[in-house]
């Protein structure tokens, strides 16, 4: 379980960093529409959801108590 919990962490630290790297293209003149419909068309993107519910997962799994 701890596994799961460090791949998700890896894909949320290259989602993040991708997040971050593309903040200049507000730079050259990009909306923040435009930047959303260009954040949401690359693949890190998704790495950073994947990466938020594997992390999520191994929160709350670990939370629970057993009876």
């Known amino acids: ?12 630290i290259i989602g993040f960093s991708t ?4 903040i200049t293209l507000f730079g050259f003149g990009y909306t923040f529409k ?3 419909m260009y954040i949401l068309s690359i ?5 950073l959801i994947l990466g938020f519910i594997f992390v999520s997962i ?3 799994k670990k939370g629970r108590k057993k009876c």
């Open 1 to 12: 379980m701890l596994f799961i919990f460090f791949i998700g962490l890896i894909m949320m």
């Open 19 to 22: 997040l971050f790297l593309y």
């Open 34 to 36: 435009e930047y959303m």
């Open 43 to 47: 693949k890190e993107f998704y790495l």
């Open 58 to 60: 191994y929160i709350f």
